[in-house]
C-alpha cells in the first residue's frame, strides 16, 4: 500500500488554489464535496480518495502527479537555483538579447539537472547492462538507454551554453566559460 504525505499534498493544494484565487469553498463546490472535507485535506488532517484527488487536481488545473509527487517539487527547486546561476553568469548579454536568453537559460537549466540526475544513475547502476533478446539466447553487455539519453541531453546543453556564450560581449565571454566549466 502506498503511504501518502497528506501534508505535503495539502500544502500544495493549498498553494495552486491560491495561486488561481479560489477559496477552498469554490474548490469544494466545483468538486461536489463539503468545504469542511476540503480544508480537511488541505491542511493535511484527512487522505482522501484517489478519486477525490482527482476530481480536486482537475479543478486547480494540475495533473494527479502532482499532487502526490514532492520529486517534482524537488526538480523545480533545483532548476530554479541553476537558472538563477545562469543568470548571474549572463548578466551581461545584451538587451535586445533578453528574450532569446531567458528562454535558453531556462532550456539549460532543465537539462543541467537532468543531466545531473541521469549522472547519478549511471555512477549507481553503471553503464552497461546484461540484454537478451530471448531465453535461448546468451546474454550480452548493451549500453544502458539512459547513457544515450545522457550523451544526447549534454551534446544540447553544451550547445546552448555555447548560444549563450556567443551572446556575451567579447570581454566577458572567456571568463564566464572559465566560471561555466568550474575554472574561477
Excluded at 487522505?47 to 524537488?74: C, G, Q, T, W, Y
Excluded at 541553476?82 to 538579447?97: G, H, Q, T
Aim: with cysteine.
Amino acid at each position: 500500500m502506498i503511504s501518502l504525505d497528506t501534508n505535503k499534498i495539502g500544502s500544495r493544494m493549498k498553494k495552486k488554489r491560491i495561486e488561481l484565487g479560489l477559496t477552498q469553498v469554490d474548490v469544494s463546490t466545483k468538486c461536489n464535496i463539503s468545504s469542511r472535507y476540503y480544508g480537511t485535506i488541505e491542511n493535511g488532517k484527512n487522505s482522501p480518495s484517489l478519486e477525490k484527488l482527482e476530481l480536486i487536481a482537475k479543478v486547480l488545473d494540475v495533473s494527479l502527479h502532482f499532487l502526490l509527487n514532492d520529486r517534482m517539487d524537488d526538480m523545480e527547486s533545483r532548476v530554479q537555483n541553476e537558472k538563477e546561476r545562469l543568470e548571474k553568469l549572463f548578466d551581461k548579454v545584451p538587451s535586445d538579447k533578453l528574450n532569446l536568453v531567458e528562454g535558453l537559460i531556462i532550456q539549460a537549466a532543465r537539462l543541467r539537472i537532468l543531466l545531473d540526475d541521469n549522472w547519478k544513475d549511471i555512477i549507481e547502476n553503471g553503464e552497461y547492462e546484461k540484454f537478451k533478446q530471448s531465453e535461448n539466447q546468451m546474454a550480452y553487455d548493451r549500453k544502458r538507454p539512459i547513457v544515450e539519453n545522457y550523451d544526447n541531453r549534454d551534446k544540447t546543453y553544451q550547445s546552448i551554453i555555447k548560444q549563450l556564450t556567443e551572446l556575451l560581449p567579447h570581454g566577458v565571454k572567456q571568463d564566464k566559460r572559465n566560471k561555466l566549466l568550474g575554472r574561477g
